[in-house]
């Protein structure tokens, strides 16, 4: 997404659970941004994401504005929505991480570590995030910096 809705700063970095159903817990400070439901989809970093439905629905939103005659622009539409899955919360703030997803962010029950991505939660295997965390972070310092003045 080009825009970030702005109802929704999501940051830290979190340890939490995956149960032996694949159910994880959202953490409780986010907890109520997820009130309408969730969005569950593949990361292309290898993560899981979880976008809140009003920020999943602003993405929608501007996906429809890509041509229905754009061949390469509807085949990343569709590769886009294939992984989506609309979920609720349960009672405990848990969403069920279905196996394709699991598998798709090598996710094995036991522990995971969420981090906030702006307008989404990102959930990681904890050596991925390990090594995703301090691989080449001066280069993206420099490239971020280079390519939007941050």
Do not use: C
Not at 6 to 17: I, Q
Not at 86 to 99: F, I, N, S
Request: hydrophobic share 40%.
């Amino acid at each position: 997404m080009d825009e970030v809705s702005e109802e929704y700063w999501f940051s830290g970095t979190f340890e939490h659970s995956l149960d032996n159903k694949g159910r994880l817990t959202i953490p409780s400070a986010f907890r109520s941004d997820f009130e309408s439901g969730a969005v569950l989809r593949k990361g292309a970093d290898r993560s899981v994401e979880i976008l809140p439905r009003s920020a999943w629905n602003l993405f929608l939103k501007k996906m429809k504005k890509i041509s229905k005659t754009d061949l390469r622009g509807q085949r990343w539409v569709t590769l886009q929505l294939a992984s989506a899955v609309t979920v609720e919360l349960d009672k405990q703030g848990r969403v069920l991480l279905g196996q394709e997803l699991r598998s798709h962010a090598e996710l094995e029950i036991g522990t995971v570590v969420v981090t906030g991505a702006l307008d989404r939660l990102k959930v990681w295997e904890p050596k991925r995030w390990s090594e995703m965390e301090t691989a080449g972070v001066e280069d993206l310092d420099d490239y971020v910096y280079e390519k939007y003045q941050i």
